[in-house]
């Protein structure tokens, strides 16, 4: 079974920055997309950002981030293909949730893993 393990979360002061981090085993195929979402309390499960390995998008591409977060965050191309990453900076309350690690396939759609979310804290 395949595993992704998140980590990074924490308690930081608005304006700061975390790096999250997702782990696992798992060889990426190249129509795999790779992302990030949260979930606030009382809120549904929302897309963060998500990228392709091949994509080589810059990190303000609209189609790659929520608008809530484009300037702010950038998520990292798996180049090892064993991790990624999401830098989150100018951290904002409304940025808190649980962040999960997400890696799903464009064709199989039974192709769709979830780590168990790594909580990200902003307040003062």
């Known amino acids: 079974q395949v595993q992704l393990v998140e980590s990074g979360g924490g308690l930081v002061q608005p304006g700061g920055s975390l790096k999250l981090s997702c782990e696992y085993i798992l060889n990426i195929l190249d129509s795999d997309i790779v992302g990030w979402y949260r979930e606030a309390p009382g809120k549904e499960r929302e897309l963060v950002a998500s990228?392709?390995?091949?994509?080589?998008?810059?990190?303000?591409?609209?189609?790659t981030y929520a608008s809530s977060v484009r300037g702010r965050f950038k998520i990292s191309r798996p180049s090892t293909k064993d991790s990624h990453a999401l830098q989150m900076n100018r951290l904002k309350p409304e940025d808190s949730g649980v962040y999960f690690c997400?890696?799903?396939?464009?064709?199989?759609?039974?192709?769709?893993?979830w780590g168990q979310g790594t909580q990200v804290t902003v307040s003062s």
């Open positions: 997400n890696i799903r396939n464009k064709i199989l759609t039974s192709r769709n893993y």
């Open positions: 990228i392709a390995p091949d994509d080589d998008s810059p990190w303000t591409d609209a189609n």
